[in-house]
């Protein structure tokens, strides 16, 4: 599976973005997908993650009820809908893919896009 994500930019807080991830082949709906973020010296952390079917969805907190993650799996495109954004929002996102039912570990991911920089300047 190739992951190409886009959507990224540079806006102000409280402004609205959403990423793209699509992705390549004909087994997108059996993988886990997942976006992650890595600010300016900071690890790389789990933002939020959709089931396979879009039936589950699990987000960090500090994003619960400012972004949306959702799937199309007839287009083989997972997004991420961001608004509200805030300054310490600003990094480069990654979306992931996952053979397993894990949403938030790193390593757990099987397939990684390559990252769309966000920034949100306040």
């Known amino acids: 599976v190739q992951l190409q994500a886009s959507g990224g930019g540079s806006v102000q807080a409280g402004d609205s973005l959403r990423l793209s991830c699509a992705a390549s082949?004909?087994?997108?709906?059996?993988?886990?997908m997942s976006w992650f973020r890595q600010a300016p010296g900071k690890e790389r952390e789990f933002v939020a993650g959709?089931?396979?079917?879009?039936?589950?969805?699990d987000y960090t907190d500090s994003v619960k009820g400012r972004f949306t993650i959702s799937r199309d799996n007839a287009k083989n495109t997972v997004y991420l809908q961001m608004n509200s954004l805030k300054p310490e929002d600003t990094a480069v996102y990654y979306c992931a893919a996952s053979r397993t039912v894990i949403f938030r570990t790193v390593g757990a991911m099987d397939y990684w896009g390559k990252g769309t920089l966000v920034t949100v300047s306040s």
């Open positions: 959709i089931s396979r079917s879009s039936g589950g969805t």
């Open positions: 082949g004909r087994t997108f709906s059996t993988y886990t």
